[in-house]
């Protein structure tokens, strides 16, 4: 689950919260009460969303970039996130780290994320002092000062993130290798925050050329959520963005994926204690079954939501396929865990993964997890399962409504991914009109072994002084 | 697997609840105590359709005694069934009305929470099976012996992680032999020796009404408020508070431990005890803290640390409040060769930190930064059940919230100062670092980065 990365440590708690569980089970859900969501556009192609919640006097804001590493190509991978990094040094009006001090001042919480399909930035705040992140916001959009004695500091804390939460850590190795081995030409296939050889390289030409290209109104998504009145934040927008000029922004090649002829297995060897499991099926995105794509078979505007659907039969909770009969029945597996990455720009994978217990090799659990896929095929979920499942729907769109920054969070990754916010309020009751045939349909044609890669992770001692480092390959 | 804790998050769930202040709108906390003497707090949010449940027991893995590891599996226990239900329809009884439970515990605390709807059919049965669970449930053996073979491989899992051997290490040396010093997730020899009826006794004699609190948040008249506590109270024994626990001993002098690992990065933490709840220079030194390491970017270590020098990605500093002294606590990581550079320049800071104390200018920013960004911490429900959990759990006073802002904006820069030359003892500091040792680069700001 680290597709999205969060610029400081301090508030990824926060951050991956609601991120991961976009990610995983990317339930984007809707308020039926109100009427939702108000929609603008200015001028200069700057798209700004505004919702309403009364509870708090508070107000989030994020700006949300069409920009992340599936845009990027070979050899510049982490480019968007380093660029996240350096939003933070100053413009020509503010000087480096001044941003932090002005809004800590007006007691605000603020921080940035970096996904495959978006760059973002936040700030959670008292809903008086919005006009003090809006002046900031439209400040760095096109202001920023990219110096190069910050660059070279900067891009050493970027290793130095990239060490904690990659080179030293299997799974995570594993998981990135697994991505890079999935995907032939996608650009999926590389990690957020890049291959170290490409941060090394990295230049500040780069990164005033990416943010030249990129960081531009035409490009951007302002997500207002909170106690405001959205008439009077129209008016605060257009104060602070309406003058900056649209920018000429670039093609984006489709580079979609290659069709797999043939499973994948990969093996990873690395320090470690624990072996575990990570495999992915090809599979459609919801924005396939929105945008057609050139060449690409048709998807029907229901398959993702039956993807969905599946996942959540088998690791919707506790009493779940997967959590019933591998953890407990079976105890094949210490944990497991089934995901549909369905909510990207560009189409993803059905995700599997798991940790064996003990005497279980890992494929063995492969084979447990692939007989729960072919059950799925051959018999129908019961009435009992999906009902279960529905019931799940149905409360956590509530108790999602519990967060104004999920909600913002939604909003935003829905309208940077191209998919569109009006999902939000589509997706309960797609969900909830997915049938058990419809489940077996995708099963039996998405989840095919010829389009499967599988990667395992195989512990090896973990030396002592003068062995060599784990993770990075260099 | 959403059940589980992650301790980063729980390190961070302490800190936004130390940072609580109140100046607009605080939560109305009402507080009883019921006949068999479960203390009851209670905050009615009307406007989302779901109310919020949380007993916490005094039952934390301070409580484990030779048995390291016992709070933890009871915890984990609680989702296995009961007299009438197994795990399997345990599960299903909550998920198909779309409740949440869990079950948690960390150093002083266990906890076992409900989020539910208010539809009458899904919220009846979801409080239902919530009691049932704390009345009857079961610990069958077969789902304990599996519960010890996940833990093991728990366990295997934290000796690949250079984060969780560093914390492992510190708490255990930083607190010798008093109950924080224990694993929380036990050890080999423990969790092999343990017994399902080591759990049953834990549960027996710790989840008892006057051993506990309840929370209640969300759309729940009063009235109605008081008879579910009622019941929920009802499903416990009276039972005995737990023995207070003692209280923890200064360090004597510095100690470094480093423990080698083939990582490409160093963990390092670095600490001494620090403060328990209610102590008089809490709030001093919280403030303080905002501005050492405690608030981001704008802090000192952030800024020597990491934007001067590039040295970690991460770097804080927190007291972490708890019932006897928790940890005062500095952590950060670097790649193995700067090491010596990163633990000279953090302490540094701390040091100067010490020594100069704290600018005016710097006080009022971090006041400011407290106060005016209390509102963003009381703003879901799930803030509010972790505010009244921690300040019944702890005996704070019911007005803690309203009196915290006034308290942090009446604390003057001489008072910080003299508070954090008293109390905190850079010559005695504890230092973990976890990682390979390697020669050591010059500390030169501008260096130039050698080969690995």
Redesign the interface.
Known sequence: MNRIISRSLLLLAVLFLPLVSLAKEAPPKAPKTTPSVQEYTLDNGLKLLVKQDKRAPIAVVQIWYRVGTSYEHEGITGLSHALEHMMFKGTKTHKSGQFEVILSENGARNNAFTSQDYTAYYEVLANDRIEVALALEADRMRNLILDPKEFKKEIEVVKEERRMRTDDNPVSSTREQFNAVAFMNSPYRAPVIGWMVDLETMKLDDLQDWYKKWYAPNNATLVIVGDVEPEKIKILVDKYFAQIPKGELPEVKLRTEVKQFGARYLKVKLPAKVASLRMGFKTPGMIDAIKAVKGQPKVEQWEPYALEVLATILDGGSSARLAKNLVRGQEIAVGVGAGYYGFGRLSDLFVLSGTPAKGTTVMQLKDALLKEIQKLKDTLVTADELKRVKAQVIASEVYERDSIEHIATLLGSLEATGIGYQLMDAYVPQVLAVTPEQIQTVAKKYLINDHLTVAELIPQALKKASDKPAGDAK | ???IK?P??TI??IIALTASTLS??APKIQNWTTENGLSVYYVH?P????INLRLTFDAGSARDGKNFGVAGLTAAML?SGTKDLN??QL??A???????FSSSSARDMASISL???TLPD?QKKAIDTWMDVIKNSAFPDK?FQ?LI??S???L??E????AAIASKAFYQHLYGDHPYAFPQNGNESTIKAMKVDDVKAYYARYFVAKNGQLAIVGAIKRTEAETLAKQIARTLKAGEKAQAIPAVKPLQTSETLHI??????SHIMIGQPGTKRGDNDYFALYLGNHGLGG????SRLM?EV?????????V?SYFVSMREAGPFLLGL????SQVEEAIKVATDVVKTFQKEGVSEAQLQ?SK?????????R?????DIIGYIAMIGFYGLPLDYLDTFTGTIDKISREEVMEAYKRRLHPDKFLTVIVG??VKQVAHKDDKK?PT?
Do not use: C
């Open positions: 697997m959403k059940i992650h980063i998050r961070f769930l607009l709108a949010v406007e989302l359709p779901m989702d795990a399997d599960a299903e909550f998920e198909s009305v779309g409740a949440e989020r539910t709807l899904e789902d599996r073979k996940q093991l491989v728990g295997e899992a000796k690949q992680s250079p080698d690992f083939p990582s490409s990065q608030s981001g970017f704008t800024k990491r934007v001067k020098r590039g040295l970690s990605y991460s804080y990581q670097t790649k193995n920013a400011i930064n407290i106060t005016g960004g209390f509102p963003l009381t703003a879901s429900n799930n390979k040792k980065e690995q």
